[in-house]
């Protein structure tokens, strides 16, 4: 029974190896070919470690375009929309887990039921809409939207809260003269923040790697997110066979992504296991 149960976590460990190669090849032959000269790019047998190492490619992105700037907008982004629409969404979630109002069952399934609109269903409306309030070619379009919260997100604060908030605690605080807002900021917020950082992680994820929104609302270079300055370098580079630049342009931006998940990585695993458990 030992000898059978070792040889079958030998096999899982291959497997989990075997898929850990498959999965970070790319990643690591994008790296090696951002730090090689245009000359040595298709070489065979191919060379893992460059030789030599040149850092030219990483100086020549950043002196082409703009990243700064793109750096910088999509941290406005990211920052407002986090900030702002999770404390929004977990209110709704809160409202939604603990109180009792008319049609509270029936609103919560027709917000649900927007889950199965496709964004191009509502892509030309939006962009008329913003078009006559004067937002485009800013970040308005990006992040006002954000700031209501997502249904997704309430869903999964609704599910943690109506699992983790004890009724008890809520009434305890409302005998001590806690008020609804006090209740949530005091009680609720400090409960919820596994999943409010699980979320912040996995919304962080989205909004850095979102294309389609900036690709639509956002033409000036100066005012694009970093993902829409990067697509925007491809076809340049591609024309004249720069793949060495063009891969270190994805690595300048996939690094902060690499260092969020790094650093959340536990916050993820806590996000499957509050959505499979919970309610």
Not at 134 to 149: A, K, N, Q, Y
Request: overall charge neutral; proline content about 6%.
């Amino acid at each position: 029974m030992a000898k059978e149960r070792r040889l079958i976590n030998l096999i899982i460990y291959v497997l989990l190896l075997a898929g850990s190669v498959i999965m970070l090849g790319p990643l690591v032959w994008t790296i090696s070919t951002s730090l090689k000269s245009q000359l040595h790019v298709f070489d065979v047998p191919p060379q893992w470690i460059p030789d030599p190492v040149t850092w030219a490619n990483y100086k020549d992105v950043w002196s082409k375009a703009p990243l700064l700037h793109g750096f910088m907008n999509s941290a406005i982004v990211v920052v407002t929309v986090l900030s702002v629409g999770l404390f929004i969404a977990a209110m709704a979630a809160y409202a939604f887990s603990k109180f009792d109002f008319p049609f509270k069952e029936a609103i919560f399934m027709a917000l649900l039921g927007t889950m199965m609109i496709p964004y191009s269903v509502v892509m030309i409306p939006q962009y008329i809409g913003f078009s006559e309030l004067g937002w485009v070619d800013t970040l308005l379009p990006l992040i006002v939207p954000g700031l209501f919260g997502n249904i997704v997100t309430i869903f999964f604060f609704r599910q943690f809260m109506q699992g983790s908030i004890p009724n008890d605690l809520i009434d305890a605080a409302k005998i001590d003269g806690c008020g609804y807002f006090r209740t949530f900021t005091t009680v609720a917020l400090p409960i919820a923040k596994p999943a409010i950082a699980a979320q912040a992680a996995l919304g962080f994820m989205g909004i850095w790697n979102d294309f389609m929104g900036p690709l639509i609302y956002l033409h000036t270079p100066e005012r694009q997110t970093i993902q829409v300055l990067i697509a925007s370098m491809q076809s340049n580079y591609i024309s004249t066979s720069n793949y060495p630049s063009l891969m270190a342009a994805s690595i300048v931006a996939l690094l902060p992504v690499i260092i969020v998940f790094f650093m959340a990585q536990r916050y993820f695993i806590e996000s499957m296991a509050i959505s499979g458990i919970k309610g």
